[in-house]
Structures are given as structure tokens and as C-alpha cells.
């Protein structure tokens, strides 16, 4: 399965400008959540979106979903060094345990 | 903040020795699962694990693995004879209900 695709696969902006990443997925979806993973470390929850919902705020983060297209959308706004990391979308697909499906993620350089 | 604990951090053996990976989950969390992380790929579902049985595996859990809920916190995976190719990041997950999926550290294995 392909599911949760990000695009683009790696993003370089500098300090200060907005990132944007998205995310498309294949089958119908109960929720839709995006992760931070900094080198070689853990999972860090960013946010989630309900399938009901088309879009939702976290402090510098804005999530879109678009169920007729299959896709989602993290922008961050003002990005900061610190933002350096890879960000995946995960899927929890209506048909099963409500296991998350990851896409390869994109790959975010912010530079000084 | 309650979060998701998992030991060893890095776990180092040798090809056909049995591993067992601990994971202590959120405590009022009821759905629990495994993931793995190859270097450099994405994030893989292994197992789901709810009311202390199986409700979903991958074709990855195979019959080298198993999982356990021995007491009331600990979560843990076993390899019965690890593989070189199962040399990867493993990351502990749970979740109360539908919604956020909240992971641990990671334990990264290596398989010499």
C-alpha cells in the first residue's frame, strides 16, 4: 500500500520563511495525524484531524484535509531552526485496528 | 504529561539470539501496538494488541514474533531468532480510544 504519501520528499527554506508539506493516502480514513521524528529519535504527535474536520490550528501549525481528494496539508508558519526534522503523515484507516499507516515522510532543513 | 516508556534504548545481539523489547504504555490507554523502523524508510505497523489479544498483524509478525501484556503495564515484544534484517528502530504505541497515537523512543536493535 502507498498510503500516506508525502510530498515533497525533502524541503530546504530559510529561518523565518513557511513550510508547507502534503500528504495524499488511498483508502477512507477515520483520522489523519502528522508526526515529527528528529534524527534517529522518536515519534513526536503533532496534530490530528477527524475525517469531519477540513482544518485545524496548533500554535504554528495549520492542518488541511481534503477527503474528496485524499489529501492533507501541514504548513508551518515562521519556521525556526529548531523545525529541522522529518515530518510524516499517518493514516488510521476505517477498516482495522486502528493501526497508522506512515508515508516516507518529507524531510524539512531550515537554515540559519 | 504522561507518556510512553520503552527499554532497552539500544539493544545490540546476535543473529538466532531471542530479544525481548519492553514498552510501558499511558496507563489508562487500552489499545496497544508495535511499530518498526528501518534506516531510512518509513514507519511499519507490526501488531495491534487489544483486551490482551491480537487484533491486527502485519505479514512482517511472523511466527519469530510475539507479543505479551504479562502484568498490568508492561507491553513487550519478543524475536525468537533475530535476522540481521531485523536490525531497526522499534517504537511502542498506545491509545485510549480513536484518536491521538502516542509512541515511545524507540528501541533501536541491532542484529549482528
Known amino acids: 500500500s502507498q498510503q500516506g504519501e508525502e510530498d515533497p520528499q525533502a524541503l530546504s527554506i530559510q529561518e523565518g520563511e513557511n513550510a508547507t508539506m502534503n500528504c495524499s493516502y488511498k483508502t477512507s480514513i477515520n483520522n489523519l495525524q502528522w508526526y515529527r521524528q528528529n534524527s534517529g529519535r522518536g515519534l513526536v504527535h503533532l496534530i490530528l484531524i477527524r475525517s469531519n474536520e477540513r482544518e485545524k490550528h496548533s500554535g504554528r501549525l495549520r492542518v488541511t484535509l481534503d477527503t474528496s481528494k485524499k489529501s492533507s496539508s501541514l504548513l508551518i508558519t515562521a519556521s525556526r531552526a529548531a523545525d529541522t526534522a522529518s515530518y510524516f503523515c499517518?493514516?488510521?484507516?476505517?477498516?482495522?485496528?486502528?493501526?497508522?499507516?506512515f508515508g516516507q515522510g518529507t524531510r524539512l532543513t531550515i537554515n540559519p | 504529561e504522561p507518556e510512553v516508556t520503552q527499554t532497552p534504548s539500544h539493544q545490540v545481539t546476535q543473529m538466532g539470539q531471542e530479544v525481548i523489547l519492553r514498552c510501558v504504555p499511558i496507563s489508562n490507554h487500552l489499545y496497544f501496538y508495535w511499530y518498526r523502523q528501518i534506516l531510512g524508510q518509513k514507519v511499519e505497523f507490526l501488531v495491534s494488541f487489544y483486551n490482551n489479544e491480537i487484533s491486527e498483524k502485519s505479514e512482517i509478525f511472523d511466527d519469530q514474533f510475539s507479543v505479551e501484556r504479562p502484568d498490568g503495564s508492561n507491553f513487550t515484544l519478543k524475536i525468537r531468532s533475530t535476522k540481521l534484517e531485523d536490525s531497526a528502530m522499534y517504537f511502542c504505541?498506545?491509545?485510549?480510544?480513536?484518536?491521538?497515537?502516542?509512541f515511545g523512543p524507540g528501541t533501536r536493535l541491532t542484529v549482528t
Open positions: 499517518a493514516t488510521d484507516e476505517k477498516a482495522g485496528a486502528q493501526k497508522l499507516v
Open positions: 504505541a498506545s491509545i485510549q480510544d480513536r484518536g491521538e497515537q502516542y
